[in-house]
Nanobody, 125 residues
Protein backbone atom coordinates (compact mmCIF):
# COMPACT_ATOMS: atom_id res chain seq x y z
CA UNK A 1 0.00 0.00 0.00
CA UNK A 2 1.38 3.38 -1.01
CA UNK A 3 1.39 6.08 1.64
CA UNK A 4 2.50 9.69 1.45
CA UNK A 5 3.00 11.81 4.55
CA UNK A 6 3.73 15.53 4.34
CA UNK A 7 5.35 17.60 7.06
CA UNK A 8 7.07 20.93 7.48
CA UNK A 9 4.27 23.41 7.02
CA UNK A 10 3.75 26.36 9.33
CA UNK A 11 3.47 30.10 9.72
CA UNK A 12 6.23 32.30 8.31
CA UNK A 13 6.65 35.96 7.49
CA UNK A 14 6.91 37.14 3.92
CA UNK A 15 10.43 36.67 2.65
CA UNK A 16 10.98 33.69 4.91
CA UNK A 17 11.58 30.05 4.11
CA UNK A 18 10.03 26.67 4.80
CA UNK A 19 11.01 23.15 3.85
CA UNK A 20 8.26 20.64 3.20
CA UNK A 21 8.91 16.93 3.15
CA UNK A 22 6.95 14.08 1.61
CA UNK A 23 7.78 10.67 3.05
CA UNK A 24 6.79 7.94 0.63
CA UNK A 25 6.30 4.26 1.31
CA UNK A 26 4.96 1.38 -0.74
CA UNK A 27 6.54 2.31 -4.06
CA UNK A 28 8.70 -0.35 -5.71
CA UNK A 29 12.21 0.95 -6.26
CA UNK A 30 12.56 4.58 -7.34
CA UNK A 31 10.55 4.49 -10.54
CA UNK A 32 7.80 6.91 -9.61
CA UNK A 33 6.95 10.59 -9.74
CA UNK A 34 6.08 12.95 -6.91
CA UNK A 35 4.26 16.21 -7.34
CA UNK A 36 3.61 19.07 -4.97
CA UNK A 37 0.26 20.77 -5.35
CA UNK A 38 -1.41 23.51 -3.38
CA UNK A 39 -4.92 24.78 -2.83
CA UNK A 40 -5.81 28.12 -1.32
CA UNK A 41 -9.30 28.88 0.04
CA UNK A 42 -11.72 29.57 -2.77
CA UNK A 43 -9.18 28.64 -5.44
CA UNK A 44 -8.59 25.58 -7.56
CA UNK A 45 -5.77 23.22 -6.80
CA UNK A 46 -2.64 24.03 -8.75
CA UNK A 47 0.58 22.21 -9.52
CA UNK A 48 3.63 23.72 -7.86
CA UNK A 49 6.53 21.41 -8.66
CA UNK A 50 7.05 17.81 -9.72
CA UNK A 51 9.96 15.40 -9.93
CA UNK A 52 10.68 12.08 -11.55
CA UNK A 53 12.44 10.40 -8.65
CA UNK A 54 14.62 7.96 -10.61
CA UNK A 55 16.27 10.57 -12.83
CA UNK A 56 15.62 13.86 -11.01
CA UNK A 57 13.88 15.60 -13.90
CA UNK A 58 11.82 18.44 -12.48
CA UNK A 59 9.07 20.89 -13.29
CA UNK A 60 8.23 24.21 -11.67
CA UNK A 61 5.22 26.42 -12.07
CA UNK A 62 6.13 29.90 -13.26
CA UNK A 63 4.88 31.38 -10.00
CA UNK A 64 7.56 29.55 -7.98
CA UNK A 65 10.51 29.37 -10.39
CA UNK A 66 13.66 30.68 -8.79
CA UNK A 67 12.15 30.51 -5.29
CA UNK A 68 11.24 26.84 -4.77
CA UNK A 69 13.45 23.79 -5.20
CA UNK A 70 12.26 20.20 -5.35
CA UNK A 71 14.63 17.34 -4.59
CA UNK A 72 14.50 13.64 -3.85
CA UNK A 73 16.49 11.31 -1.63
CA UNK A 74 15.97 7.86 -3.08
CA UNK A 75 17.56 6.12 -0.10
CA UNK A 76 15.18 7.82 2.31
CA UNK A 77 12.17 7.69 -0.01
CA UNK A 78 11.63 11.35 0.71
CA UNK A 79 10.96 14.33 -1.55
CA UNK A 80 11.53 17.85 -0.28
CA UNK A 81 10.19 21.18 -1.40
CA UNK A 82 12.46 24.01 -0.29
CA UNK A 83 10.50 27.25 -0.38
CA UNK A 84 12.36 30.55 -0.19
CA UNK A 85 11.32 34.18 -0.55
CA UNK A 86 7.81 33.21 0.43
CA UNK A 87 4.95 35.54 -0.43
CA UNK A 88 1.49 35.86 1.09
CA UNK A 89 0.07 34.43 -2.12
CA UNK A 90 1.93 31.19 -1.40
CA UNK A 91 -0.47 30.59 1.49
CA UNK A 92 -2.30 27.33 0.89
CA UNK A 93 -2.59 23.71 1.91
CA UNK A 94 0.24 21.86 0.21
CA UNK A 95 -0.20 18.25 -0.86
CA UNK A 96 2.23 15.74 -2.25
CA UNK A 97 0.99 13.18 -4.74
CA UNK A 98 2.56 10.10 -6.27
CA UNK A 99 2.29 8.17 -9.51
CA UNK A 100 4.09 4.94 -10.33
CA UNK A 101 2.47 4.13 -13.65
CA UNK A 102 2.68 6.87 -16.22
CA UNK A 103 3.89 10.45 -16.10
CA UNK A 104 5.41 12.98 -18.46
CA UNK A 105 8.92 13.85 -17.31
CA UNK A 106 9.53 17.55 -16.98
CA UNK A 107 5.84 18.26 -16.33
CA UNK A 108 3.23 17.66 -13.67
CA UNK A 109 1.15 15.62 -16.06
CA UNK A 110 0.34 12.33 -14.34
CA UNK A 111 -2.58 10.43 -12.95
CA UNK A 112 -1.40 10.81 -9.34
CA UNK A 113 -3.31 7.98 -7.72
CA UNK A 114 -1.86 8.60 -4.28
CA UNK A 115 -2.16 11.72 -2.12
CA UNK A 116 -0.98 12.84 1.27
CA UNK A 117 -3.12 14.50 3.89
CA UNK A 118 -1.77 18.00 3.25
CA UNK A 119 0.16 20.51 5.31
CA UNK A 120 -0.81 24.13 5.86
CA UNK A 121 1.57 26.90 4.79
CA UNK A 122 0.67 30.41 5.91
CA UNK A 123 2.74 33.42 4.87
CA UNK A 124 2.00 36.63 6.71
CA UNK A 125 2.62 40.04 5.18
Amino acid sequence: EVQLVESGGGLVQAGGSLRLSCAASGFIGDDYAIGWFRQAPGKEREAVSCISVSDGITYYADSVKGRFTISADNAKNTVWLEMNSLKPEDTAVYYCAGDMYNWDRGTCNARYDYWGQGTQVTVSS
